[in-house]
């Protein structure tokens, strides 16, 4: 089975319009410097998603050096609901600043310090957007997680800890296995859900999948111009059940934001 992406989005979309006009205008921005031309298209993606929800984007494009400066300007800024910073920072500027700086009640991807401490905490108000997309891409499939055993081949703190910990909340077994973990073929057999954000094309194969899984695929490669994940498909291996890149988690991410934008200002 394919873990279709797409029609949770649209789903989830429809859910979160519905929320928006309960409470009517919502406005929120995303802060992207210069260089950083993966963050933009990634932007203009939840832009079209925010329209489509009612919620007012302001997309602001930077120089490196203004970000810090950008982020107080939006927490003292009543017309602003909610904001996404793009990643990888600009240079001088870490995880830590950012999450100290942005307001918690601000905070659309949560990365703050607050928002992510109430996620270890296993309140989920909000989450990171990538870890929920790839959790709920899972439930909406009535996928029960409850005392299943899930591989995480990913340990940024972006996806594979918050998604330790969501998965943590709903009953599942959690190994986080990273570039230092020996032997994670034999984890990979032994779990019956694997994560994978490694970032290298083809670095599982379904073909070498003996027993029934699932995999989740959050993995984004560019290969001579077509955008692949981690998992490398073989359509007659019945035994795997997996969520597609493109179509998979990466539909859904852009979508979580906006629920969160939608909760932060419910609660305003
Ligand atoms: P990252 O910080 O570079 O994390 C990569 C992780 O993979 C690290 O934990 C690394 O281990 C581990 N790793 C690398 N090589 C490995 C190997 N041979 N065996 C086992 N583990 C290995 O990157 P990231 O920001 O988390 O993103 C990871 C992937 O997810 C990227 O492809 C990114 O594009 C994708 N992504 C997708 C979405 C979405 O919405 N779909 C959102 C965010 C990211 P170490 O910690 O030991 O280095």
């Known amino acids: 089975m394919i ?16 929320g928006v006009s309960e409470i009517g205008k919502i406005s929120m921005a995303s802060v992207a410097y210069q260089e950083d031309q993966e963050s933009i298209v990634y932007f203009n993606s939840i832009k079209k998603n925010a329209e489509k929800v009612g919620i007012n984007f302001v997309p602001l494009v930077i120089k490196g050096d203004e970000l810090m400066d950008t982020i107080y300007k939006i927490n003292s800024n009543p017309e602003i ?31 703050t310090y607050q928002n992510m401490g109430q996620l270890y905490f296993g309140a989920e108000r909000i989450a990171p957007a990538t870890s929920r997309a790839a959790v709920d891409i899972l439930t909406r499939n009535n996928v029960d997680l409850k005392g299943k055993n899930a591989l995480i081949v990913n340990r940024s703190v972006t996806v594979g800890r918050p998604l330790s910990q969501l998965l943590l909340n709903r009953d599942a077994t959690v190994t986080v296995a990273h570039s230092k ?88």
């Open 81 to 111: 609901d909610a904001v996404i910073v793009g990643r990888p920072f600009p240079k001088g500027i870490t995880n830590e600043m950012v999450s100290e700086a942005l307001d918690p009640d601000k905070d659309a991807d949560c990365v």
């Open 3 to 18: 873990l279709d992406g797409k029609s949770i989005a649209k789903e989830m979309l429809e859910e979160v319009r519905k």
């Open 181 to 268: 973990t020996r032997d994670i073929d034999k984890l990979v057999e032994e779990n019956d859900l694997i994560f994978l954000a490694v970032a290298k094309p083809g670095y599982l194969k379904s073909s070498s999948i003996k027993s029934r899984k699932i995999v989740v695929d959050i993995g984004i490669n560019v290969v001579e111009g077509k955008v692949k994940g981690d998992f490398e498909v073989d359509s007659t291996n019945q035994l795997v059940d997996y969520s597609p890149v493109p179509g998979g988690v990466g539909a859904v991410t852009s979508v979580e934001i906006l629920k969160n934008v939608l909760e932060l200002a419910k609660a305003r």
